[in-house]
Structure formats: structure tokens, C-alpha cells
């Protein structure tokens, strides 16, 4: 659907916040906490945002964008747009909701990992559950949102770590994550780093895993150094494609004229998602959970690879 920038706020060096409406004034879809749309940035690119604004709102998806210094094209294209632009969106989607059963939430953000955890923080304030919030950024001018933290039923709950603060005041994931329950839910949102170092101490405090909750904004990078070539093959006709080491599996589909629908092309969207009926997949997204890796029965052809010499596929 077509959306209006109604307004383009710096809201922190580097981080534009973008607040879309109806270009008629019209009600936008319904969302949860902790869903994001596809945004379609301009220059062919569709990217993820989360909606980063209270799930109350019923006229309005504010989004939180940083300028990514390794940006493959599509934050650079965002912060080109200008107030008043018309950008095209897809309904809202949540694959990192909320647990209505947790009696109290932890919540983790590493820098702009801040919008869902901003977002569910909105909906578990008014709501007056019980909740942590631990925000970790670079530097005070690297803090997206500082108003909307300081906000009362927000501020008593939130606290903010800076990388340039000296090491006492840095975060300390091990007392964190000390105390795991089953009533206990955590959720984390930021880079790869971050991400897995809070889960790795959720794992080594004893945190089941059914209550640990994850979405990187940016996937972990494979080795591509050493990726080995391999072949998949077409259930459907029996052909067999040759994926080179340097290449995708939907690059080398994509040469052979069969087309993936892709989105994000780093593991974190699901579009991708392809059966795998024979072989054993290599994951490197980071969207699949770990039993369904384990099933290895499908995978994202963006970015996972094999570890057998040939994958069927059900294409
Ligand atoms: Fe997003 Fe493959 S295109 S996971």
C-alpha cells in the first residue's frame, strides 16, 4: 500500500525517525508489538523496518532508520526521502511478538535494535505490566528516541548504556540475566554481537529457550572466504544447478532463469523460505528458529548454503 512521510525527524546522529500515514487520512492496518513492514526505499530496494510507535496508534508507523556505513544501497536510499514523498509498504508482519503469558519482560536493544523494544515497551507500559528495559548505544548523541524514554510509565523502567561510559557503568548481562523463571521472558533486538552475547549468558544462566526472544537487524555475515561450491536440484524437473562458491543459491537459480521472490537478501525476512527435500542444509540466516533448523527440511536460499554435495529443492 502507499504510504505519505508525513514527517523526518534527525531523531539522533545518523538516525532518522519517519512517521507514515494514509495519504488520505485514512486508519492504517492494525500491528502488535514487535512487527515490522517491507518498505520499498526507492532504486528497486525493499528493506525491513520495525514499527517502532505504541500499537495503539491507528493512523500513523513511525520507523527508526539508521544510515548504515555498509549499507548495500538501502538505508542510503531512506534518508533520501523527503517529507511529503508517497512510498510504497506491505502490511504489517510479526515474527518477534510479545509473549502474553510472561509475568515479567526484560527487554534488550542494542543500538538501532531500539524500534521493536521500543514498540513493545509502548504496549507493555500501558498495559502496566511488569518490565525492564536496557538500551545500549554507542554515545548520548547516538540515542534514537531520548523523549520518548523519558516519557512517564517509560522512564522509571529504562536505563541506557553508553560504549564511552567507563567499564562500572557499561551493562552487565550476567546480573541481567541472572535470575531466569518460567514466568520470565527476555527479548533482544540489535547486531549479531549483541544479540548472542545476551543469549549465549540467558543460555549459560539457564534460561529455557522457549523464553528467549531474538530479532537481528542485520544477519551474521557467513565466511565467505570458505564457501565451497555445491549443486541443488529441482524436485519438479529433476535439473540440476551448479552454485559456485562465490555465488547464492538464488543468484545461481536466478542465472538459470528461475526466479526466488527475495526481500531482504541476509537471511532476516523469510521471503526466501524454499523446501528442502534431500541433503542438509548449511543455515546462515537468522530468521529460522533452532528446532526448525534442525528439522533442516527448509531454508533461505538468500544467504544458507549446503553441507551435502547436493540439496533437492521443492521448486
Ligand atoms: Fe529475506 Fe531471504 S530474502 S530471508
Redesign the pocket.
Known sequence: MKVKILKKVETATDIFSFELVDPTGRPLPGFSAGSHIDVHVGNGLVR?YSLSNDPRDTHRYVLGVLRDPNSRGGSIAMHAQAEGAEIEISQPRNHFPLANEARHSILLAGGIGVTPILCMAERLAHVDASFEFHYCTRAPERTAFREQLMRPGMKDRVRVYFDTAPPEERIDLEAILADPDVDKHAYVCGPSGFVDAVLSRARNAGWPESNLHREYFSAQKGAIAGNSAFQVRLASSGRVINVRAEQTV?EALGACGIEI?????????????TRVLEGDPDHR?A?LTDEERTANDQF????SRSRTPILTLDL
Open positions: 525491513q538464488v521472490q527475495t526481500s531482504c537478501e541476509q537471511g532476516i525476512c523469510g521471503t526466501c523460505l540466516d530468521y533461505l536460499p538468500c544467504c
